[in-house]
């Protein structure tokens, strides 16, 4: 049978058609009919049904560590935070909750403690991603309001990306914006990132400017247009307000080309030339995301480049536009219940008393919350500091992924009740809770999401619960209920919070506030499952939705014109020293999904990158002493990070590194980005400076170094400098170093992970291999050898596939050179396994272009996230 649901990894909301027989997802693929990706899905939305399945899922509630009911569980929670909120305040409890729940979770959260419990302390992981965008939108339009549509990444003449690998980390728009460059000859790109990108593969220009200078770059385009004579003086003059205010700003930083060229740390001619595009194209999109957004002047950045698009009248047009990408399936859908501290339920907050007695007469709420709540950053240090007492965590990792991460775990470990509600078994941060709720996971939610255009779409389950796991609407629901408000949580089924938080979106709004979905408000559970996707508005007036917004030049704001808001330049707060002399920059990389929980399950997304790794530049890696492969440290007085170092021939600029956002606790010794960002944040947003850190770096030599396969996962760390887990799909991969050396190799392997049965030992050579055996079956195999000589791993994981290994398959199993297996390289295309071995003998044998070797190999052809790479190699060759 097949099934139609959303994927749940970024943004871009893509369609998937689930396969489920025998209540087992067989198979997925894009939904061709779903507007967002046509059929299209990336390498990760097409191994979801390989992340799936009751391993490694919690399946029961936990009360310190132990089983227990959900009658037990759900009184602990609710007797917990009314005991906190009787003795300390409604403040002394909040909430942390996740771009990846449904939009029904999220408002039913809200609900509870900014109507009922009376507190504003509700935020989400989506302050780390998108709340400067949401801050910029707000100060421009009066409301958070994305004017785009992904139609008009097509329709554009000129494309700028800004702060935005989409190659990776949004690949089907990437995929439509290189369809729409083919289709359109004249189409032009530019991409604007202090890294050269697989994004850049696509660019007719790269820019590669100075980190945090993003708001120096849109402040000195605001003035050429003015300069220029090229911004639409009648549509100003009708539509907004502010102008020569902004313009005096920017004109009086930046009063030549050569000044902006200078802050901006990049050649006069490169910026000219983006200039001159600009200046000449009246069908603009900016489509920018986190290089924007993560940044002590993150909402700064956005209204910078809002600014440029009000001058010239690009927005509510076909192909113009400013359009901020989100990075989560549904960050969307909780900016529009108010899932931010700052924020109430359908696009209203705490500014003005009409607004919270609107909600509070709507939800008939006893308790309404009446001002700003903690967003992350403070949230955690206000737990650090006994402020806050108890505190839910739902569907997010913070131990890892927030700034300053190990003081976030310190916080969570002092706090005296902790409740996390999650669907994997094994977090960071699951192990500092007090109470663990098994939450239902993709293929078991069932509710609505909304992407980066605002379409609405339906998130359907595919399978029944795992084990005793409930969605989080009805855990909250059930929390309110023991906590005294039963009749305003009376939930049955998913259908009833969605038309809820229909009604509420057109409820004294006639037109006063941009999200109204209100022709909704009366669906019934069988137009709930049919639901197609929509973007909203969807009301009277616009019953099919809106595609754009803004195409009758009225805002939101109390006067209806857009506000231009006068910007001046701020250098990021965390600025290298003597001690710290690099720049850190950290991100996403293609295969691999925030803290990896999910991602983290299925092993062909390892394949891309196995291990966490450091980017630098030849000449910084020449003066540190650094080669590719080795170990290196990055640290500073906050925390360090271990990877492996990359060393590109271009790509990083000299004295910046880069490292991966992804990966935890539970997949390598030390490589939680989090722990060494400093917890810096924008003034307006409250959105963290993540592109910024300043560190030093160091190359590790270690005594020895090798790897080790196990048939299970090892249940504790083992005692050395590095680890990295990579699971197999028979087995488990380790990638391991240390500092000491490896004096009894025999010893080690039995105090670790079993009794060797064969080993090889050449103490003069540093060399040491060993396996153990249960009955006919490889139980393990231990190598120690330089990284450089560590061979494809391959013909080892079939090993693990045998039950009765054969006589000959023993005498080479310790040899690593013995056997038949080619060797693929490092794997290119993760969806059809396709490794750089294999194209460049495609190369040699006269595939000449990306096409060409998708037809004789397939690779590029399913989702294209590797195309750029194939480009790189066709081009090195």
Same mark, same amino acid.
């Given at each position: 049978m097949q099934k139609q649901t959303t994927c749940p990894y970024c943004g871009v909301g893509c369609g998937v058609d689930a396969e489920v027989n025998n209540n087992q997802v067989t198979g997925v693929k894009g939904d061709a009919g779903h507007p967002a990706n046509f059929g299209r899905l990336c390498v990760k939305g097409s191994a979801l049904d390989k992340v799936l399945g009751t391993d490694g899922r919690l399946l029961s509630p936990l009360i310190d560590g132990q089983a227990a009911s959900w009658e037990d569980a759900l009184n602990k929670v609710a007797s917990g935070f009314l005991g906190t909120i009787k003795e300390h305040?409604?403040?002394?409890?909040?909430?942390?909750?996740?771009?990846?729940?449904?939009?029904?979770?999220?408002?039913v959260a809200?609900?509870?403690?900014?109507?009922?419990?009376?507190?504003s302390n509700v935020d989400t992981n989506s302050r780390l991603c998108m709340s400067s965008a949401v801050a910029g939108y707000k100060r421009a339009f009066g409301t958070d309001t994305v004017p785009c549509c992904y139609e008009d990444l097509e329709l554009a003449n000129l494309l700028v990306l800004v702060g935005s690998n989409a190659a990776w980390n949004?690949?089907?728009?990437?995929?439509?914006?290189?369809?729409?460059?083919?289709?359109?000859?004249?189409?032009?790109?530019?991409?604007?990132?202090?890294?050269?990108?697989?994004?850049?593969?696509?660019?007719?220009?790269?820019?590669?400017?100075?980190?945090?200078?993003?708001?120096?770059?849109?402040?000195?385009?605001?003035?050429?247009?003015?300069?220029?004579?090229a911004i639409d003086q009648c549509w100003i003059e009708q539509c907004t307000e502010g102008f020569e205010d902004a313009v005096a700003a920017s004109q009086a930083e930046f009063p030549d080309l050569s000044s902006a060229a200078k802050a901006c740390d990049i050649d006069l001619s490169r910026l000219t030339q983006f200039f001159e595009w600009f200046t000449a194209e009246a069908k603009t999109v900016t489509f920018y995301s986190q290089g924007v957004n993560q940044s002590s002047s993150g909402t700064d950045n956005s209204n910078a480049i809002i600014n440029c698009h009000l001058a010239t009248a690009r927005i509510g047009k076909p192909g113009a536009g400013p359009f901020s990408i989100t990075g989560q399936p549904n960050a969307m859908g909780g900016r529009e219940v108010g899932g931010l501290a700052n924020q109430l339920a359908a696009h209203m907050d705490y500014s003005s008393e009409e607004m919270i007695n609107r909600v509070g007469r709507f939800w008939n709420a006893p308790n309404m919350a009446r001002s700003d709540g903690l967003k992350a950053v403070d949230l955690f240090e206000a737990v650090e500091?006994?402020?806050?007492?108890?505190?839910?965590?739902?569907?997010?990792?913070?131990?890892?992924?927030?700034?300053?991460?190990?003081?976030?775990?310190?916080?969570?470990?002092?706090?005296?009740?902790?409740?996390?509600?999650?669907?994997?078994?094994?977090?960071?941060?699951?192990?500092?809770?007090?109470?663990c709720l098994p939450a239902t996971g993709w293929s078991e939610k069932n509710g609505t999401v909304t992407n980066s255009e605002r379409r609405i779409s339906r998130q359907r389950s595919l399978l029944p619960p795992s084990g005793e796991a409930r969605h989080d609407w009805w855990i909250v629901s059930e929390v309110a209920k023991r906590m005294g408000y039963g009749e305003a949580f009376a939930y049955e089924h998913p259908a009833q919070i969605f038309a809820e938080h229909a009604a509420l979106s057109g409820f004294e709004n006639n037109g006063s506030r941009d999200f109204d979905i209100s022709l909704l408000q009366n669906i019934d559970e069988k137009a709930y499952d049919n639901l197609a996707p929509v973007q909203w508005p969807v009301n009277d007036a616009a019953p099919y939705g809106t595609a754009r917004m803004f195409a009758d030049g009225k805002f939101f704001t109390p006067s209806g014109r857009a506000r231009f808001i006068p910007i001046i330049t701020r250098a990021p707060v965390q600025q290298p020293t003597a001690e710290q002399p690099l720049i850190m920059n950290t991100g996403r990389i293609r295969d691999q999904w925030h803290t990896m929980a999910i991602t983290g399950r299925a092993p062909l997304l390892f394949q891309h990158r196995a291990e966490p790794f450091v980017e630098l530049h030849p000449e910084d890696a020449k003066t540190y002493g650094i080669t590719e492969g080795a170990l290196v440290k990055v640290t500073n007085t906050l925390g360090e990070?271990?990877? /492996? %170092?990359?060393?590109?021939?271009?790509? *990083?600029?000299?004295?910046?590194? &880069? #490292?991966?956002?992804?990966w935890n606790g539970l997949f390598s010794a030390q490589a939680r980005m989090g722990t060494l960002v400093a917890p810096v944040t924008d003034p307006v947003s409250g959105q963290p400076e993540a592109k910024h850190a300043a560190v030093k770096i160091e190359a590790l030599q270690p005594v020895w170094e090798g790897w080790l396969m196990v048939r299970e996962p090892l249940d504790k760390s083992?005692?050395?400098?590095?680890?990295?887990?990579?699971?197999?799909?028979?087995?488990?991969?380790?990638?391991?170093?240390?500092?000491?050396?490896?004096?009894d190799g025999l010893a080690w392997c039995r105090e670790h992970f079993g009794t060797a049965d064969i080993w090889?030992?050449?103490?003069?050579?540093?060399?040491? /291999? %060993?396996?153990?055996?249960?009955?006919? *079956?490889?139980?393990?195999?231990? &190598? #120690?050898?330089?990284?450089?000589?560590?061979?494809?791993?391959?013909?080892?994981?079939?090993?693990?596939?045998?039950?009765?290994?054969?006589?000959?398959?023993?005498?080479?199993?310790?040899?690593?050179?013995?056997?038949?297996?080619?060797d693929p390289g490092q794997i290119i295309c993760s969806c059809y396994q396709v490794g750089s071995n294999a194209i460049e003998d495609a190369i040699s044998m006269g595939c000449r272009s990306v096409e060409a070797l998708g037809e004789k190999l397939k690779c590029g052809t399913n989702c294209g996230s590797c195309i750029p790479e194939l480009a790189a190699l066709l081009q090195k060759h």
């Open positions: 305040g409604p403040d002394s409890v909040a909430f942390y909750l996740s771009g990846q729940l449904l939009t029904e979770d999220y408002y809200n609900k509870l403690l900014k109507g009922f419990v009376g507190t949004h690949p089907i728009l990437f995929q439509r914006m290189k369809a729409a460059k083919q289709k359109n000859p004249d189409m032009k790109v530019v991409v604007v990132d202090p890294r050269e990108t697989a994004t850049c593969d696509l660019a007719d220009l790269h820019l590669p400017i100075k980190p945090g200078s993003d708001t120096s770059l849109f402040s000195a385009l605001l003035a050429h247009l003015a300069r220029s004579g500091a006994g402020k806050v007492k108890a505190i839910w965590i739902m569907g997010t990792n913070p131990v890892v992924s927030l700034p300053n991460a190990d003081q976030v775990k310190r916080a969570l470990e002092a706090c005296p009740l902790v409740v996390v509600s999650e669907c994997i078994a094994n977090t960071d941060t699951l192990k500092v809770a007090n109470v990070f271990i990877g /492996r %170092a990359r060393v590109p021939e271009a790509g *990083q600029r000299k004295g910046e590194i &880069f #490292v991966p956002m992804h083992l005692p050395v400098t590095y680890w990295s887990r990579v699971p197999k799909d028979n087995a488990t991969l380790y990638y391991l170093a240390d500092d000491t050396a490896l004096t090889l030992e050449d103490k003069g050579m540093g060399s040491f /291999r %060993a396996a153990g055996l249960n009955g006919e *079956q490889l139980e393990w195999a231990f &190598f #120690v050898m330089p990284y450089g000589q560590i061979p494809s791993t391959m013909w080892l994981e079939d090993m693990f596939a045998e039950t009765d290994l054969a006589m000959d398959q023993r005498r080479y199993l310790l040899s690593v050179t013995g056997c038949e297996l080619e």
